[in-house]
């Protein structure tokens, strides 16, 4: 079955501790991509990916860094969380085509 | 930055009527698709329409594409209370990024 696999799906932590939130995907797709949610301002790209070692910044890069060392995974790493971090992520995959999106099923985040 | 703006931001209907939503986009698209997504839940494919064409149905989804306004619309026919969630827009910029609408959210009352 297609599908993309985030984890954790819910995490509450301290201001300050490192912090890595996982994303595998099984359709061998080129494109990776991060996004955060929060009320009122839909979704928004934090970084994504055009294939292995090849990644950019989003709209809202700071504070986050990620990693594409395989095609396969794209993991988020939040270095030294802020409460203004606490948000809903979701990690998303997609072929070259440009055709439909696969998403993650979510992370609830919240960094006290 | 956004690439789509959706209108309306929040529509509530009864069952069994009709609902549009509006997305305006800024650059130039391939394909123009549209998602749904539950409360607090991942997104879901609906719909890709392809900038060479002009309307596109699945099921009770009707999405047209105006390529000259950068306007798409959806229109879910004789909506069920199911149909509750929220509805984004989508498009790629020529860098492949995917970029979102704020979200049009539907409540469709029993």
């Known amino acids: 079955e297609a599908q993309v696999t985030q984890n954790p799906r819910y995490l509450i932590t301290v201001t300050g501790k490192k912090l890595t939130v996982t994303c595998s995907q099984n359709?061998?797709?080129?494109?990776m991509s991060w996004y955060r949610q929060d009320p009122g301002l839909g979704l928004r790209q934090i970084y994504y990916s055009m294939n292995v070692e090849v990644t950019d910044k989003g709209d809202v890069p700071e504070g986050y860094k990620v990693s594409r060392k395989e095609k396969r995974n794209f993991p988020l790493i939040l270095e030294s969380p802020s409460p203004n971090q606490t948000s809903l992520y979701f990690c998303?995959?997609?072929?070259?085509?440009?055709?439909?999106?696969?998403f993650g099923q979510g992370t609830r985040l919240t960094v006290v | 930055s956004q690439q789509g703006e959706e209108d309306p931001q929040a529509l509530s209907i009864q069952e069994g009527e009709n609902a549009t939503m509006n997305c305006s986009y800024k650059t130039s698209i391939n394909n123009l698709q549209w998602y749904r997504q539950n409360s607090g839940r991942g997104l879901v494919h609906l719909i890709l329409i392809r900038s060479n064409e002009r309307e596109k149905h699945s099921g009770r989804l009707r999405v047209t594409l105006d390529t000259s306004k950068k306007s798409s619309s959806l229109l879910i026919t004789a909506s069920r209370a199911a149909d509750t969630a929220s509805y984004f827009c989508a498009s790629y910029n020529q860098g492949g990024k995917l970029i979102f609408g704020q979200g049009t959210e539907l409540s469709v009352k029993p």
């Open positions: 998303a995959s997609y072929t070259q085509g440009y055709t439909e999106a696969f």
């Open positions: 359709m061998n797709h080129e494109y």
